[in-house]
């Protein structure tokens, strides 16, 4: 099962508005990825984290490695309609296995 | 540069029946990773190739099985399928050393 816990499971916001979504976990990850999905499409990489308390931006997105490590955030400025999907964290512990949030589905009133 | 390719795009089978699912990795990745997409979920990590060798797997059955060949393109085989096999089954590529992975569209599997 899931050991990641995304929120809100959705969200309904108005064009222009700031977006903040975050995942926790109950233990430890080294490394934190952020993924939108668009129905029908594969998972598409916006940020990845690697160090505790790290702040990063992709354009209009922000990211932060929580400083326990359990944790990470994600915030969109000034939403416009394509920001709709869904956004998954994904977190690595030590090699290989990506572990998914359930994901925070995006709808955008324009 | 050619992104992660995956084929079929649908693919519709009955229990029991076998399936072999494609994936040809982006250009320079020599690692691929395979994901079970249940609807309303995240990716499940499935198994990971590298260098043509089974590197980590996940909670799946032995029945989950996988090859990687030596242009790093890969196939998922699926033995005796059920009927909660239906899903996206997604590959994703990484550089050996990097832990960022960058997804195919998929493959929507239905298991009737």
Not at chain 1, 30 to 50: C, F, H, M, R, S
């Amino acid at each position: 099962g899931q050991q990641l816990n995304q929120s809100p499971q959705s969200m309904f916001i108005q064009e222009g508005e700031d977006v903040s979504m975050n995942c926790t976990s109950s233990s430890i990850f080294n490394t934190w990825l952020w993924y939108k999905q668009d129905p029908g499409e594969g998972p598409v990489l916006l940020i990845a984290l690697y160090k505790a308390g790290e702040l990063t931006s992709n354009g209009r997105l922000t990211a932060q490695f929580g400083i326990t490590r359990k944790d990470s955030f994600l915030n969109i400025s000034a939403s416009i309609p394509s920001d709709v999907g869904i956004y998954f964290c994904a977190g690595l512990k030590y090699g290989n296995k990506l572990v998914f949030g359930a994901g925070t589905i995006l709808r955008v009133k324009s | 540069e050619t992104g992660v390719t995956q084929s079929p795009t649908h693919l519709i089978k009955t229990r029991g029946q076998q399936v072999t699912l494609r994936c040809s990795s982006q250009s320079g990745h020599n690692t691929v990773s395979w994901y079970q997409q249940a609807l309303g979920q995240g990716p499940q990590f499935i198994f990971q190739y590298y260098r043509e060798e089974e590197n980590g797997r996940g909670n799946f059955p032995p029945r989950f099985s996988g090859l990687q060949f030596p242009n790093y393109s890969s196939e998922l085989n699926v033995n005796a399928l059920e009927l909660d096999d239906s899903a996206l089954y997604l590959c994703a590529s990484s550089l050996d050393g990097s832990y960022e992975q960058y997804f195919g569209p998929g493959t929507r599997l239905t298991v009737t």
